[in-house]
């Protein structure tokens, strides 16, 4: 199974909308946890990757186009 790519910024599907009726989340916040902030009324969850990576559908809108290439090679 591929696993799924994201990144900060991303708006994402979830497979459950959140209890405003809204399914999309925008992450602003990746590390062993990540954080998810509802498009529809601005709310914020901090939930365990684990938990986050099954329960997104897709990537709707990337945050790569926005921000340029930050990737820099050490």
Do not use: W, Y
């Amino acid at each position: 199974m591929e696993r799924k790519v994201f990144q900060l910024g991303d708006i994402v599907q979830m497979k459950k909308s959140h209890p405003c009726g809204s399914n999309e989340m925008e992450i602003i916040r990746m590390g062993m946890d990540i954080r998810i902030k509802c498009v529809g009324c601005k709310h914020s969850v901090l939930i365990p990757r684990a938990k986050f990576e099954k329960n997104m559908k897709k990537v709707l809108r990337s945050a790569e186009g926005d921000q340029g290439s930050e990737m820099t090679s050490i």
